[in-house]
């Protein structure tokens, strides 16, 4: 890995890539990769990151990235649920 770490950066070095945009498109790849090995949930992405929540939220907006992309679908809201007459025996 370090090899082909080594090879991009002279690729990018040669393509005369300003180290901001370089670090900026590292940053936003790493955050993605991580974000969707999560389906999408900042807590756990965060965590995993070593980051806090508000930290990675506040570097998503300035990446430009858009989570619901990546979310799985989400439960129906209760509404749209069949109903159920089924109540829970009490304790």
């Given amino acids: 890995?370090?090899?082909?770490?080594?090879?991009?950066?002279?690729?990018m070095y040669k393509s005369n890539i300003l180290y901001s945009e370089a670090v900026r498109e590292f940053k936003k790849k790493f955050i993605l990769t991580v974000l969707q090995e999560n389906n999408g949930n900042q807590c756990r992405a965060a965590r995993e990151l070593g980051m806090h929540r508000n930290?990675?939220?506040r570097t998503l907006d300035e990446l430009k990235?858009?989570?619901r992309q990546l979310r799985e679908a989400?439960?129906?809201?209760?509404?749209?649920?069949?109903?159920?007459f089924e109540k829970k025996a009490a304790r």
Avoid at 1 to 11: N, P, R, S, V
Avoid at 74 to 84: L, M, N
């Fill in 55 to 57: 930290t990675l939220s």
């Fill in 65 to 67: 990235i858009d989570v």
């Fill in 74 to 84: 989400k439960r129906p809201p209760r509404s749209a649920r069949p109903f159920s």
């Fill in 1 to 11: 890995m370090k090899d082909q770490l080594e090879a991009l950066i002279m690729q």
